[in-house]
């Protein structure tokens, strides 16, 4: 733990959005409107996979009340060009057709044709009058169906990249990506006992409670308005500016409150179908998913298929590891194959290592982020084969990886070497808490897993405004879906010395601030953080410069101490501290008003570690699965507000125990999706779960001032296979494909049954 004492840093203050909230005053994302606005609806393809032959809309626009219709003849063509959203990457190409079909229909509820009316029932009606003819082709949803030869074929121009020789051959695997370290074959010829197993999981939701909103207009003179529901309010605007050829200058993107993101709002669907309805129209107009949209037509995370392989000495010592990942990017290139490699065997200290990724089309939506992405599917594979190895050496799990465990210096498979990291230590909080000195209650048993997340930097802007009665405006620009405005606070509040309700957080658009990367990757607290203190430490220099000039001393003979400027010494003068409030009341007459800057691009974000603890039966006769007790640990480095921390942890644990026991995108054989809703999409909900326990670990990052690591993608890493463990512990039955639903698990206790009654 660390042992820095702080007066705000570490402290639970209340929320600054709190109040807003429980009130009802805060405005999400269809919450806002303007006079004279028109309703846009999208028309979605009814199969999964079709080739467009031709669109008619003359029997729409003639519709009264309807003022626009657009279809991908309004949306210029966009460049081979890759670019960044938040953790993963889109090509620009690809984004264009994402937004509204081209050639083909690639997914079922593709969009192919958007409309904009007076009212929702005309735009409804209009959507029935567009006549859309298509030539149904055959559709692939499974990963591993869609990596086979003979597959139907999504894109004629898709080679896949990483391989040598260069394939001559169009596939729907987009990419290899191969991370070597040492060599495994000869790793695995010291090993004296290997483990290797095969593993799948299914898409699942982010599920976030506000669907996909917008509200756009564009002026006469070109002037573009955005209001969106985004986890990233610079890339609405960069998208919209590049999938429209509009000049950034001319698009201003305000992010409203967002209720729930999680990575599944890093990209954008409804924006730019919104401005050029708008441009067509002369009007604003707003468009809102429905939650069947939002299942359908916005991107879930993947499913895929993972192979594990370990080698290990009868001490435990783990010599050699090997992994194959195939994720399903969906419609388009771009799954989180990448960070799911990088992560598989991060939490080990493993000199042999050999990871291999796949990049994989089918005719589902392209899949977005949702945190950590990819890293919980190559988690479930590790350390399920961990837990294995454990059993099989029959060593306690938690030793077997403390054994192993990455530490300071370890060098990863995928390039970077470890700093300062708490993996070590949040391990010993594990065995040394509460949960695992207790015996499992009566009919229970207890799993185990460990999770990875590297964390993130990249760009940020912030600035800090004395106001005239000497409160602190900080200003930053990324949306706030995790505590970020009160963890920005606290730390301008530490570095001021100034009572935290002095300091006023606020989310500016993108007119008002620098630019600002999207929240996401658990980046914000770390790299907007730094951005804050920096701006705050600008803002007490020019303090400093206006206390001296009223003074009439050198700049270099002040302080700053306690939230005001005073005399570094008495050599300096005998003077009253003045306060910000004082400075302020004067600062027409030394300089005008008081204001500090900072823009970067933010490096060293910490590695994130957590450690897991399940304790869970299982009805034999139902395969339900009943969660006991739970804790999960972490390393956040140092929990700038704890409240908000532990929400993380939690809200991780919750949702990854979903993606474990139930949750998964079900398609029927005509590749359309049977579960479009909260009904049939069975999530956790607060009677599923006990409290989740939590302890912090606070291994300080030493590339922040306040050893700040990132919190919030870490949390949904190990319980997949923390679940899983402690069901193969409680059953004798190890399940290796997601969900662990009450019917797999029937099923899987069925199947073995017989068996293990012969041996």
């Not at 605007?237 to 729930?260: D, K, W």
């Not at 100034?498 to 990757?521: E, L, Q």
Request: net charge neutral; hydrophobic share 40%; aromatic share 6%.
């Amino acid at each position: 733990m660390s042992k820095q004492k702080y007066k705000w840093v570490g402290t639970r203050p209340d929320r600054p959005d709190g109040a807003d909230k429980v009130t009802g005053r805060a405005r999400f994302g269809a919450d806002f409107n303007m006079p004279g606005q028109l309703i846009g609806k999208v028309l979605r393809s009814p199969h999964a996979h079709a080739r467009i032959k031709s669109i008619d809309i003359s029997a729409a626009e003639k519709l009264p009340g309807v003022k626009a219709v657009v279809t991908a003849k309004d949306f210029p063509e966009q460049p081979n060009l890759i670019v960044p959203t938040g953790e993963m990457q889109v090509n620009l190409r690809d984004i264009t057709r994402n937004v509204m079909a081209r050639e083909k229909a690639l997914y079922e509820s593709h969009p192919v044709a958007a409309v904009a009316a007076t009212t929702d029932a005309i735009a409804s009606a209009a959507l029935a009058l567009i006549k859309v003819e298509y030539e149904v082709l055959p559709h692939v949803i499974d990963v591993a169906e869609a990596m086979k030869d003979g597959a139907p074929l999504l894109h004629d121009h898709l080679i896949t990249e990483g391989v040598k020789p260069v394939p001559t051959k169009p596939s729907n695997i987009a990419k290899r990506i191969d991370n070597l370290k040492g060599d495994t074959d000869a790793g695995f010829k010291q090993a004296e006992i290997v483990v290797e197993r095969d593993y799948t999981t299914q898409p699942v939701h982010q599920g976030y409670i506000e669907p996909h909103a917008c509200l756009a207009s564009m002026a006469e003179d070109g002037q573009v308005q955005i209001w969106s529901t985004t986890q990233g309010h610079f890339q609405v605007r960069g998208f919209c500016s590049r999938l429209l050829n509009i000049e950034t200058s001319q698009i201003r993107v305000t992010p409203t409150e967002i209720g729930g993101g999680f990575g599944g709002k890093t990209v954008v669907y409804l924006e730019p179908v919104a401005v050029m309805l708008s441009k067509k129209s002369g009007k604003p107009v707003k468009m809102v998913m429905s939650r069947d949209e939002v299942f359908r037509a916005s991107g879930p995370a993947p499913g895929g298929t993972v192979h594990v392989k370990i080698g290990a000495k009868k001490d435990g010592t783990i010599v050699a590891a090997e992994c194959t990942i195939a994720l399903q990017a969906g419609a388009f290139p771009g799954s989180p194959v990448g960070p799911a490699c990088w992560t598989s065997f991060a939490c080990y200290d493993i000199p042999n290592i050999k990871v291999v990724g796949y990049d994989v089309v089918s005719n589902r939506p392209k899949v977005a982020a949702y945190r950590a992405p990819g890293a919980p599917i190559s988690a479930w594979g590790v350390e399920s084969t961990v837990d294995i190895l454990a059993q099989e050496l029959r060593m306690d799990p938690i030793d077997l990886r403390l054994k192993n465990a990455a530490k300071k210096g370890t060098k990863t498979s995928y390039g970077p070497v470890f700093d300062t990291i708490g993996f070590v230590e949040t391990l010993e909080a594990a065995k040394n808490s509460a949960h695992y000195k207790s015996k499992p209650k009566a009919g229970m048993a207890r799993g185990v897993a460990a999770g990875f997340w590297f964390n993130v930097g990249a760009d940020s802007s912030a600035a800090a405004h004395v106001a005239e009665d000497g409160t602190v405006t900080v200003i930053s620009g990324n949306p706030d879906i995790g505590g970020s405005r009160a963890s920005l606070a606290l730390m301008a509040a530490e570095e001021l010395g100034v009572d935290y309700s002095k300091v006023r957080p606020v989310i500016a658009d993108t007119s008002s601030i620098g630019f600002n990367f999207v929240t996401g990757g658990s980046r914000v607290t770390f790299a907007t953080g730094l951005a804050v203190v920096n701006s705050v430490r600008d803002l007490i220099r020019e303090c400093k410069v206006r206390a001296a000039k009223t003074w009439g001393v050198d700049p270099d003979g002040v302080i700053w101490e306690n939230g005001c400027a005073k005399p570094a010494g008495s050599n300096v003068g005998e003077f009253e501290p003045l306060s910000l409030a004082q400075l302020a009341a004067t600062a027409g007459k030394t300089g005008g008003p008081i204001n500090g800057h900072n823009q970067l691009n933010a490096q060293g974000a910490g590695p994130g570690f957590g450690v897991h603890i399940v304790d869970l039966k299982v009805d034999r006769d139902t395969g339900i699965v009943e969660i006991g007790r739970y804790t999960a640990l972490q390393d956040v480095g140092t929990a700038i507000h704890p409240s908000y921390v532990e929400g993380q942890m939690q809200g991780g644990a919750v949702q990854g125990i979903g993606w474990a026991l139930n949750e998964e995108y079900i398609y029927s054989t005509k590749g359309k999706l049977d579960n479009a809703g909260f009904l049939d999409y069975r999530m956790p909900v607060a009677s599923d779960l006990p409290m989740i326990e939590t302890i912090i670990v606070e291994v300080a990052n030493p590339h922040h001032p306040y050893g700040v690591r990132g919190v919030g993608e870490v949390p949904i890493v190990p319980p997949l296979a923390t679940v899983g463990n402690a069901i193969a512990r409680a059953t004798g039955v190890r399940m290796t494909d997601l969900p662990m639903s009450p019917p797999r698990v029937s099923a899987a206790l069925d199947e073995a049954t017989p068996r293990m009654a012969a041996e």
